[in-house]
């Protein structure tokens, strides 16, 4: 796949080493592409390596009934031990996660109140964090109600797609 752009320069010195397609501005002119053209996943091999990126809703999960909550818990705890002991609350914890690659904003400037914080009681459409990618600023909604029992990423830490990012408890 080619992209008509500014051709990146550096690493090895060879245009199509294997690196190349995992090097930051290559992901965002792929993530850039994306948008563009309204997809939703893009899937590349080069060599042995492998990227798989994928954008939408489809990533974040909200239970759609009790039961399916319980099966995420065990999981989540097992990715994060920092948030172990709010998983072993309940099996109704609920884990939002990174729909795309990029940096994670708390906040919606820096001398602002985060969007959400510990204990604060959030619905759907409560936005709860701001993911900047390709120089687009996305919010980013919880899709589930309930109580922020977890904030797992710093403010403007550098994350992958389906990097843990909140734990809701949605029985509160």
Do not use: W
Request: proline share 8%; net charge negative; glycine share 8%.
């Amino acid at each position: 796949m080619k992209s008509g752009g500014e051709k990146h320069s550096g690493g090895k010195g060879e245009g199509d080493s294997p690196g190349d397609v995992f090097e930051l501005d290559r992901l965002r002119q792929l993530i850039e592409l994306m948008e563009t053209h309204d997809l939703t996943e893009i899937n590349l091999r080069q060599g042995n390596e492998k990227v798989k990126l994928r954008r939408g809703s489809q990533v974040t999960m909200a239970p759609v009934a009790p039961a399916p909550a319980a099966a995420p818990a065990p999981l989540a705890a097992a990715a994060t031990p920092a948030a172990a002991p709010a998983a072993a609350e309940g099996a109704n914890i609920v884990t939002i996660k990174a729909p795309m690659v990029g940096t994670f904003y708390a906040r919606p400037n820096p001398e602002s109140e985060p969007f959400v914080k510990v204990g604060q009681r959030i619905n759907a459409d409560t936005v709860v964090c701001i993911i900047e990618a390709m120089k687009v600023f996305n919010e980013i909604p919880a899709e589930v109600s309930g109580q922020v029992v977890a904030v797992l990423v710093d403010d403007q830490q550098a994350i992958d797609f389906g990097r843990p990012l909140f734990k809701v408890d949605t029985s509160a």
